[in-house]
């Protein structure tokens, strides 16, 4: 490296340090980055996660290319939303369907995990993927919570735990579809967190930006 550019180098470094000075994050920034970053962070294990799992289920979740988007499960809220409304959402609101729905997700990581150490007791890698990540979720679940309060924004209880004993009774099938919805809209629902962040960041600049909510605002 010349001396041109080891110079350039060190005036970048200084520069990059009196910008983080004079612009030190605020804890409501610093919260709605932490989450946007875990979330990114996770979707790589998430995909390794969905992948490995189909794997393991037999046809035709083993097909190449398998996809069955429609598929739904009950108490489990999906990551799909049509744009308007999801970019209308009150920013409590948001953080609070994203909570909602990664509280449900973890009590699903345990049910699935169940079902898999029944159907597939010695796929150690996948169980342990699913332990990873109920273990993951329980982290956004925090972090979320975390920032409800700094935002000052009322945090409802979380819904109880809507399934029992009896859906132990699922046969082999439903318990796969079960597992494939979940690992799925986990995955979904990673990816819309961090989109959902970049909407809390963009209302953060807007505080500062008089009149601009009202011209930012949906309209029926």
């Known amino acids: 490296m010349s001396r041109a550019q080891t110079a350039a180098v060190v005036l970048l470094i200084i520069f990059s340090h009196s910008l983080e000075g004079d612009m030190a994050p605020t804890p409501e920034e610093d919260i709605i980055t932490k989450i946007q970053r875990q979330a990114e962070y996770l979707q790589t294990n998430a995909t390794l996660l969905l992948n490995t799992y ?41 953080l609070l369907l994203a909570r909602e729905a990664f509280s449900a997700i973890a009590e699903f990581f345990q049910m699935v995990l169940d079902d898999q150490l029944a159907l597939n007791p010695r796929a150690s890698e996948l169980l342990r993927l699913f332990e990873e990540a109920r273990i993951s979720s329980g982290a956004v679940i925090s972090n979320l919570a975390s920032a409800m309060e700094t935002l000052n924004f ?13 859906s132990t009774g699922a046969t082999s099938f439903q ?7 979940l690992c799925r809209e986990y995955k979904d629902w990673l990816i819309r967190l961090v989109k959902d962040m970049d909407i809390l960041k963009g209302a953060r600049v807007m505080i500062d930006s008089p009149g601009q909510e009202k011209r930012d605002c949906c309209r029926p």
């Open 175 to 181: 318990k796969k579809v079960r597992g494939y919805v």
């Open 54 to 94: 189909l794997q393991f289920q037999g046809s035709p979740f083993s097909n190449p290319g398998f996809s069955f988007p429609s598929w739904q499960e009950p108490g489990l809220p999906t990551a799909s939303l049509g744009y308007k409304k999801w970019r209308c959402l009150c920013h409590g609101i948001r």
């Open 154 to 166: 009322q945090s409802s209880s979380v819904e109880p735990d809507p399934w029992s004993w009896r």
